[in-house]
């Protein structure tokens, strides 16, 4: 095609989405991290990227720049009450929302070459304004509600009020027939997408695009030069937004296998918000139960929230890094601990197993199985020379595929490719 591509509109309507994130909150974690690195990465290319959420925190203003990036802002567009709403419930104020960015592009003469939407939420909203403003529209589902629904089991009718599952999977048909293209995290979501959405054939505008890392932030560093933290000495890490489907509860009757067959081995279980609501708190009293149960107070330690400066210090340390949800689409913090140079210790079921190759940079498990996850982990801590061989492939793995800047090369080509 001839235009050139100098503008793009994205839109990550859920969650606390600031120019530096404040992970952990509720509905704020990987996917507030891809979206961010990714304009920026786009804007290190040459163009410039706005991003468009929903404002519900009158102290937040309204056009947020991101820091030592002028090419990229935050735009906050205003809908519903001032108050946060749960992306499981923000559908009833998804078309204000797109009407009244529609009406802020045209008061401050924005002219987009394309729209690309992040999550159904954004996708709805996506597909309705740049339908208005006769623009290409993307968009990256970075999980799919058919999947999850398959894999979370439970009352269907507990799990329905619960996730708004009906909905979500027939919107995010709606999305998927309506925009030009749109892209998966990896090849497993290709798969559940024609397993599980029946009325949808996907077509060849389809295309799979793995998240990306920071090389220039998560890296192995000097293993000389430790970081003080107040962390134990030998400890296994796992980091992930504090949630029902995040597997925690895997993990501990997994580590309490561990923990009689290895000696000075502790869990750090790191993530949440600053201040928690209620779901995090019942996850973090579960937690503590299995951990009451085991007699693990002593080697278990729930950190909670975990700074940005601290990040790469806690990966760094750590023996190696567990990601224990079932379906986790993707997972980048595991990408992030492998760029540290880290083994991953991951579910053989989710996205991430297109990233690690078993036994070779990482090795895959089933999370629900409490003896694979267990041994997999005492086979690491036994052997020093293992752990040492896997990270360093791990990072090799991600230095080779998965930086910021070939993501955003192969984001390029999606869009030209389809507009």
């Keep these: 095609m001839d235009k050139k591509i100098t503008k793009i509109c994205m839109l990550s309507t859920h969650g606390y989405f600031d120019p530096v994130p404040q992970l952990g909150q509720t509905d704020t974690g990987g996917q507030v991290v891809y979206v961010l690195e990714l304009a920026k990465a786009l804007a290190r290319s040459g163009m410039k990227v706005d991003i468009y959420t929903r404002w519900f925190d009158k102290a937040k203003q309204q056009i947020d720049p991101v820091p030592d990036c002028p090419d990229v802002r935050v735009i906050r567009i205003p809908a519903g009450n001032w108050e946060f709403i749960p992306k499981e419930f923000i559908y009833d104020v998804l078309p204000e929302l797109a009407d009244n960015m529609v009406a802020f592009i045209r008061d401050n003469g924005l002219d987009y070459d394309l729209y690309h939407g992040h999550y159904v939420d954004a996708g709805i909203v996506t597909v309705d304004v740049a339908e208005k403003m006769g623009k290409p529209s993307f968009f990256t589902a970075h999980s799919l509600g058919a999947w999850k629904q398959d894999q979370m089991g439970g009352d269907p009718a507990e799990m329905e009020k619960k996730f708004n599952f009906k909905l979500r999977i027939s919107e995010e048909i709606r999305v998927f027939e309506s925009v030009n293209a749109h892209s998966l995290t990896s090849a497993v979501q290709k798969e559940k997408l024609d397993e599980l959405y029946k009325g949808y054939t996907a077509g060849d505008n389809v295309v799979e695009i793995p998240p990306g890392v920071d090389v220039h932030t998560f890296s192995p560093g000097d293993k000389k030069n430790r970081v003080q933290t107040t962390l134990p000495e030998n400890y296994i890490f796992c980091l992930s937004r504090i949630d029902t489907n995040k597997g925690h509860d895997l993990l501990l009757n997994a580590f309490a296998i ?82 540290c140079g880290k083994p991953v210790i991951a579910s053989k079921f989710g996205g991430i197993k297109n990233v690690i190759t078993d036994g070779i940079n990482g090795f895959l498990i089933d999370p629900g199985n409490p003896q694979e996850f267990a041994d997999a982990m005492t086979k690491l801590l036994k052997d020093s020379n293992l752990k040492e061989n896997v990270g360093h492939a791990a990072y090799q793995n991600i230095m080779d595929n998965y930086s910021w800047e070939a993501i955003a090369g192969r984001f390029s080509e999606f869009y030209y490719k389809f507009m």
């Design 258 to 339: 561990v923990q009689k067959d290895i000696e000075g081995i502790d869990l750090v279980i790191g993530g949440g918000s600053p201040n928690p609501k209620p779901r995090e708190k019942g996850v973090f009293d579960m937690m503590r139960s299995i951990i009451s149960k085991h007699n693990m107070e002593s080697r278990v330690h729930i950190i909670g929230y975990v700074p940005d400066e601290m990040l790469v210090p806690y990966y760094r340390q750590s023996q190696f890094f567990v990601l224990p949800s079932l379906f986790e689409p993707f997972g980048m913090t595991s990408q992030e601990a492998m760029a």
